[in-house]
């Protein structure tokens, strides 16, 4: 018998904390955040993190682990992912991968193979450099010319994704988009089940716009303000990160505030968009639309657990 994992993802402002504590609680389960953002300290208002007190006693890893001048990407997730994983099987719980950012999940699921990816300093100075000086459309356009599905898969204004695709091709001599298309193939080593959280287009750009508000509401300026004041800025990674580099570029006098909440939750908005794109192309995916349950929870939560204790995943609920 393979070991169980649950994944539990979905595009942002869907719901996907909230189920996953209740999921977590009646099987025995801990929390692996699949999340780009939330793994780093003092960053918590706009990258939606969990507080303590909604855990409700869940374990919960890869949450508040770096320091925002610390590197993370795709194959240090994919390391302490495991590390994780192993800890959940070894506590004789059940891991729940639970997050948005797609990529991530896949370099679990299916064991996808990093291995020739490791990074070359004067590669990525390079490309960081053409960035600053030519902007990130200079960049996207060298990806288009050696990668075209790679081009077409990752917006222009994501530089660390269009660094790591072209890094990739200068290392190995084809596209990554080719070798991420055979990793795909591999069976899982998991027995899985892979929930996709959605909801209806209007209610969920909906969500978006309250949530934009609420963290604003709770601070989001003075948050981004203390990171500036740490010596955060827009070259770093944890920077990227929606709601930061807005709310940055309005500190750093490049914009106005009302111009960079209007550009938040529009680029939002957009990322939800590519979210489920995303996850359209995966294998396996078992789609929880909330307007099939009424947006009732409790509803879509007892259709998860039937389909785990159909597949062998789930024995006895807590």
Same mark, same amino acid.
């Given at each position: 018998?393979?070991?169980?994992?649950?994944?539990?993802?979905?595009?942002?402002?869907?719901?996907?904390?909230?189920l996953?504590?209740?999921?977590?609680?009646?099987?025995?389960?801990?929390? /692996?955040?699949?999340?780009?953002?939330q793994?780093? $300290?003092?960053?918590?208002?706009?990258?939606?993190? /969990?507080k303590?007190?909604?855990?409700?006693?869940?374990?919960?890893?890869?949450?508040?682990?770096?320091?925002?001048?610390?590197?993370?990407?795709?194959v240090i997730?994919?390391?302490?992912?495991?590390?994780?994983?192993?800890?959940?099987?070894?506590?004789?719980?059940?891991?729940?991968?639970?997050?948005?950012?797609?990529?991530?999940?896949?370099s679990?699921?299916?064991?996808?193979?990093?291995?020739?990816?490791?990074?070359?300093?004067?590669?990525?100075?390079?490309?960081?450099?053409?960035?600053?000086?030519?902007?990130?459309?200079?960049?996207?356009?060298?990806?288009?010319?050696?990668?075209?599905?790679?081009?077409?898969?990752?917006?222009?204004?994501?530089?660390?994704r269009?660094?790591?695709?072209?890094?990739?091709?200068?290392?190995?001599?084809?596209?990554?988009?080719?070798?991420?298309?055979?990793?795909?193939?591999?069976e899982?080593?998991?027995?899985?089940?892979?929930?996709?959280?959605?909801?209806?287009?209007?209610?969920?750009?909906?969500?978006?716009?309250?949530?934009?508000?609420?963290?604003l509401?709770?601070?989001?300026?003075?948050?981004?303000?203390?990171?500036k004041?740490?010596?955060?800025?827009?070259?770093?990674?944890?920077?990227?990160?929606?709601?930061?580099k807005?709310?940055?570029?309005?500190?750093?006098?490049?914009?106005?505030l009302?111009?960079?909440?209007?550009i938040?939750? $529009?680029?939002?908005r957009?990322?939800?968009?590519?979210?489920?794109?995303?996850?359209?192309r995966?294998?396996?995916?078992?789609?929880?639309?909330?307007?099939?349950?009424?947006?009732?929870?409790?509803a879509?939560?007892?259709?998860?657990?039937?389909?785990?204790?159909e597949?062998?995943?789930?024995?006895?609920?807590?």
């Amino acid at each position: 018998m393979k070991p169980p994992l649950i994944i539990l993802a979905g595009p942002t402002a869907s719901g996907k904390t909230e189920l996953s504590v209740k999921l977590a609680k009646k099987i025995n389960g801990s929390v /692996i955040s699949a999340d780009s953002m939330q793994v780093y $300290r003092f960053m918590d208002i706009g990258s939606a993190k /969990i507080k303590p007190e909604e855990m409700r006693g869940i374990p919960h890893y890869l949450i508040d682990e770096l320091l925002p001048n610390e590197e993370f990407n795709i194959v240090i997730f994919q390391k302490l992912a495991r590390k994780y994983i192993q800890e959940i099987y070894d506590a004789g719980r059940i891991p729940i991968l639970t997050g948005g950012t797609g990529f991530y999940i896949q370099s679990v699921l299916y064991d996808i193979n990093f291995s020739k990816e490791e990074t070359s300093a004067h590669i990525r100075e390079e490309l960081e450099e053409t960035a600053r000086k030519d902007g990130p459309l200079a960049l996207h356009k060298q990806l288009a010319m050696v990668d075209e599905a790679s081009a077409r898969a990752i917006h222009p204004n994501n530089i660390k994704r269009t660094i790591r695709a072209l890094e990739f091709f200068r290392q190995n001599g084809y596209p990554i988009s080719e070798h991420n298309a055979s990793e795909r193939q591999k069976e899982s080593k998991y027995q899985f089940a892979y929930f996709v959280l959605n909801d209806e287009r209007n209610r969920l750009y909906e969500r978006i716009e309250r949530r934009v508000d609420l963290m604003l509401e709770q601070g989001l300026l003075k948050e981004v303000e203390h990171l500036k004041n740490m010596g955060c800025h827009k070259d770093m990674v944890s920077m990227q990160g929606l709601g930061y580099k807005e709310l940055l570029s309005y500190l750093n006098g490049e914009n106005s505030l009302e111009e960079a909440i209007y550009i938040l939750k $529009r680029d939002t908005r957009r990322f939800a968009k590519r979210q489920l794109t995303w996850f359209r192309r995966e294998r396996d995916v078992i789609w929880l639309n909330k307007h099939d349950f009424a947006c009732d929870t409790d509803a879509i939560l007892d259709r998860m657990i039937t389909i785990l204790q159909e597949k062998g995943i789930v024995h006895e609920l807590q």
